[in-house]
């Protein structure tokens, strides 16, 4: 009997031993981003970059993308997030050393490549911005859970000519969000921009650092 009790308090031990060291291993989930359980596909796009060069699917493989999509007319959220990425990019690869920062332009018309070269290069030499027409924008702005909508600039023709403006003016309304695609070419997280009343919607870069860290080691 006395056996009996002693090998079931070992098991018991045993036990309670291999739980503590599994809670010891177990790995912190992201805190801030919305991180997908299960990695979300990709249909097939085709844009091209600003050097002129093809940009696909087969160009997300092997690398941790950023997607942060607007358009270089952006008085504000454009520059700042880019700003703010090009402050931690480093600190990015450090975490893992196959990052790359793609700004996806919603504007086409005004957004040639020579221009998209000259404005991401101003922010990191080593960012790229990609350009399409809007057949292949919408749909892949869908496909990563992200939204533009550019002003007509006929409909606002009255209104601008009031206010001296032409119709080369206009804004683009996009999402603030940057998507994270992982190696596999999948979208792994989002990362929402802090919103508060009379300011700017940014990424707050300490906690997509710490969030980006742990999701790579989840990975």
């Known amino acids: 009997m006395q056996k009996i009790i002693t090998l079931i308090v070992a098991l018991g031990a045993l036990v309670a031993g291999g739980l503590f060291f599994s809670q010891l291993n177990k790995k912190a989930p992201a805190e801030f981003a919305l991180h997908y359980q299960q990695a979300r596909d990709i249909d097939t796009f085709q844009l091209h ?37 090009n402050f931690i990019y480093d600190d990015l690869q450090a975490i893992t050393d196959n990052n790359q920062v793609l700004l996806v332009s919603v504007d086409p018309a005004r957004d040639s490549q020579e221009k998209l070269a000259s404005y991401i290069a101003y922010f990191n030499p080593e960012f790229k911005a990609l350009r399409g027409d809007h057949g292949a924008l919408v749909p892949f702005a869908r496909n990563l859970g992200l939204m533009y909508a550019i002003t007509e600039p006929e409909a606002q023709a009255e209104d601008l000519a009031r206010h001296g403006a032409s119709v080369s003016n206009y804004l683009v309304d996009h999402s603030a969000s940057l998507v994270l695609i992982n190696p596999d070419g999948k979208i792994e997280a989002i990362f929402k921009p802090k919103q508060a009343l009379a300011e700017l919607p940014v990424i707050e870069p300490d906690k997509l650092l710490s969030d980006f860290a742990k999701i790579v080691a989840l990975y």
Do not use: I, M, R
């Open 49 to 85: 970059d600003h050097l002129g060069q093809p940009f696909n699917n087969a160009a997300l493989t092997g690398k941790w993308s950023w997607v942060f999509f607007g358009y270089t007319s952006c008085p504000d959220v454009c520059p700042t997030t880019l700003q703010e990425l």
